[in-house]
């Protein structure tokens, strides 16, 4: 999880006791909550759902692995090329398509006032989508041309949907997170990442390959999870007279997701969807696609392990006492270092070998990519769940000053740096590496000073 998002998961109880977390500068409160109740929950229900997401995230990624192979030998490294700057341009948009008011879903203490909200949210995905439809589509001659790939345009009147499709999936799951449906959650990741791998396989097989069949295959994937979702998740679409509120009210409550947490998500998109557009114009488009799928294959052991840790660090957060927040983060550093360090040594070393042998000999370079880029990844994985600190202890303009270096610095180096693309990449992975350990060092300090803050008010309520 990256810096300016949170997800709460599980957060539904019942009875008489109430404590009160903090997520993005909000109140919420969480009922029925004591110290023997969380001990059981957390072994219990809390770890049942952990599975539930890790077991579908993992048969998700496998799936995707085992037709890696298959597609890598259908589709060309410039047709990924062509397909990453298109989702690149998609990615930019969806993260801020509403207004992070998906997350604000969790929230409410009504499931009414939730439905309300989810409801603004697809408003406002719809008017994005529009916008992002008629812009690229009208203006497609001239972005394709801007990035120096004019066989891209006819294709860019397909972004509105694509902003469509992944911005609603995303608000669906965050009612599902809220009703505790993690098996419908779960089954989705499965639904998206295969039904997508399948259909880009049958676009080529049927002579429909190039950068369509990746797109094409990819909206019929995110199509049919959405159609899925919207069937699991038919409830938000009833009982919303039973809420007291409108959605103005609602989107003005909780206004400071859009104004904290927006800032932090768009530089983000920017600095992930920069590097690729930055590799395709200055590089060359079949790089891009060895670059894209190094990353691709990379973020699998990167998604397993970091998904779950993610999640039950801001849980656990949520209900922690003050004082010892410092040692849980570094618990959870030094936890995240432990599970990281094999797989990515593994992948450091096998990687120039195993890409061309099991993807093909024409993936040669995106095994070296992907050696060049561990140092980078493996303190990635480090650095993700403890994002969430500056969330809970509402510092958020720390990690957006930290976001701001981080996003300017990996453009820059590949922007200016000449010669060979694996050197260069050799070089920002470092980079960005040396930054991340500032940024574990800024998360242990935050965590420090929340709890010598709580220290100093106690003695101070005891003098």
């Not at 990624?61 to 998609?90: I, N, W």
């Not at 948009?93 to 949210?121: E, Q």
């Not at 920002?428 to 500032?438: E, H, N, T």
């Amino acid at each position: 999880m990256g810096p300016g998002q949170c997800i709460i998961a599980g957060l539904r109880t019942t009875g008489s006791h109430r404590s009160v977390a903090r997520c993005c500068g909000v109140d919420v409160h969480v009922s029925g909550i004591d110290g023997g109740r969380v001990a059981r929950w957390r072994r219990s229900e809390f770890l049942r759902h952990i599975l539930t997401l890790l077991s579908g995230t993992a048969a998700a990624q496998l799936l995707m692995l085992a037709l890696t192979p298959v597609l890598s030998r259908l589709y060309s490294p410039e047709a990924y090329g062509l397909f990453s700057l298109y989702s690149s341009l998609v990615a930019t948009v969806t993260v801020v398509a509403a207004l992070r008011y998906d997350m604000a879903i969790m929230l409410p203490k009504h499931d009414a006032d939730a439905k309300v909200l989810k409801r603004g949210v697809t408003r406002l995905i719809v008017a994005v989508s529009i916008g992002a439809t008629l812009v690229c589509g009208i203006a497609s001659p001239l972005i394709a041309d801007s990035m120096g790939k004019p066989e891209l345009a006819p294709w860019l009147w397909l972004v509105g949907l694509s902003i469509f499709t992944l911005a609603e999936i995303s608000a669906l799951t965050y009612w599902l997170n809220r009703r505790s449906d993690y098996k419908a959650i779960g089954i989705n990741r499965v639904l998206q990442s295969g039904g997508t791998a399948l259909a880009q396989l049958a676009f080529a097989l049927g002579k429909f390959g190039g950068v369509g069949g990746l797109i094409g295959g990819t909206l019929v994937g995110q199509g049919a999870a959405l159609l899925t979702l919207r069937h699991k998740g038919r409830d938000v679409r009833s009982g919303l007279d039973e809420s007291q509120e409108s959605i103005a009210s609602l989107f003005s409550r909780y206004r400071k997701m859009p104004l904290l947490n927006g800032p932090n998500a768009l530089v983000d998109a920017l600095r992930t969807n920069g590097i690729n557009l930055i590799i395709g114009v200055v590089y060359s488009q079949s790089l891009l696609g060895q670059f894209y799928m190094a990353w691709k294959l990379l973020e699998v052991p990167l998604g397993l392990i970091n998904g779950a840790l993610a999640q039950v660090f801001f849980q656990r957060l949520a209900v922690m006492e003050r004082g010892s927040m410092f040692a849980f983060a570094k618990s959870s550093v030094f936890r995240s270092a432990i599970l990281g360090v094999v797989p990515f040594a593994l992948i450091y070393w096998l990687s120039p070998w195993a890409f061309p042998v099991v993807l093909g000999e024409q993936w040669t370079d995106a095994g070296l990519i992907a050696q060049a880029l561990v140092p980078w990844l493996f303190m990635s994985l480090i650095t993700s769940p403890i994002s969430t600190i500056f969330v809970v202890t509402e510092t958020q303009h720390l990690m957006l000053a930290h976001a701001l270096v981080y996003t300017a610095v990996p453009l820059s180096l590949l922007f200016f740096l000449k010669g060979d693309i694996v050197t260069n990449l050799s070089i920002v992975s470092l980079a960005m590496a040396a930054i991340l350990v500032v940024f574990t060092a800024m998360a242990l300090w935050v965590g420090h000073r929340f709890d010598h803050q709580a220290d100093s008010k106690q003695t101070a309520v005891g003098g």
